[in-house]
């Protein structure tokens, strides 16, 4: 079954480091989001992205993010400079055209120091 | 209001227990309607979604009042390995992005 994948699966930075979160989505997708969970609260929604542009964004997604699908297959997410409450799950979603099913991938858990 | 509501639980039942969870949500614009799982540090699997139809898989039954703006779950004959966090999302907007609940965290015991 095909199936979202991200990398790294975990990622320690300092304080005001760039960080570039890798996502492949499923392969006939089109529709590709980011979303983050804070530990131990809700899963909040950062951005969604489709046919190379940023469809909608959340107020969590300032100047300091950003999205790009630099090749067929890669979506990726850029912390320009981190900060500590960037520590977070950053989690990948894709979905298809027909169905408004959004899978996800596992994850990268952003550690920043 | 909170766009997406859920009792946080915990729901502790005993295996074989029948157990539903609710969830309301604001926006009467609101498109679709999911329920997902997450197991702890994982990432949400998709469980069901939610038809004004209901649906059932198994021994998941997933109900959606429009009417009210209120979806619900319904586990039956619980399993150990129902032990997880449930999830309520709800599609909004054009883009469908999700609009997650906290989640209602169950707990089955031997």
């Known amino acids: 079954e095909p199936e979202v994948t991200q990398t790294p699966s975990h990622q320690v930075t300092q304080m005001g480091q760039e960080v570039i979160l890798r996502c492949v989505p499923i392969s006939n997708h089109l529709y590709f989001y980011w979303y983050r969970q804070i530990l131990g609260q809700k899963v909040e929604f950062l951005v969604s992205?489709?046919?190379?542009?940023?469809?909608?964004k959340s107020e969590i997604f300032d100047d300091q993010f950003s999205v790009e699908r630099p090749d067929g297959s890669n979506f990726t997410l850029k912390i320009r400079s981190t900060k500590l409450e960037d520590s977070a799950m950053y989690f990948c979603a894709s979905r298809g055209v027909d169905r408004d099913t959004q899978y996800f991938g596992p994850g990268t858990r952003l550690t920043v120091l | 209001r909170k766009e997406v509501e859920q009792d946080p639980g915990p729901f502790n039942v005993p295996e074989g227990a029948t157990v539903a969870f609710n969830c309301t949500y604001s926006n009467s614009a609101s498109q679709s309607f999911f329920w997902y799982r997450q197991d702890c540090r994982k990432e949400p699997k998709l469980l069901m979604s939610v038809y004004s139809s209901g649906n059932e898989d198994g021994r998941f039954t997933a109900q959606l009042n429009r009417a009210s703006q209120y979806i619900s779950l319904l586990i039956r004959d619980s399993k150990l390995s129902d032990s997880a966090t449930y999830l309520c999302a709800v599609g909004a907007d054009s883009s469908y992005k999700l609009i997650f609940g906290s989640g209602t965290r169950l707990l089955v015991r031997p």
């Open positions: 992205f489709y046919n190379n542009e940023i469809s909608e």
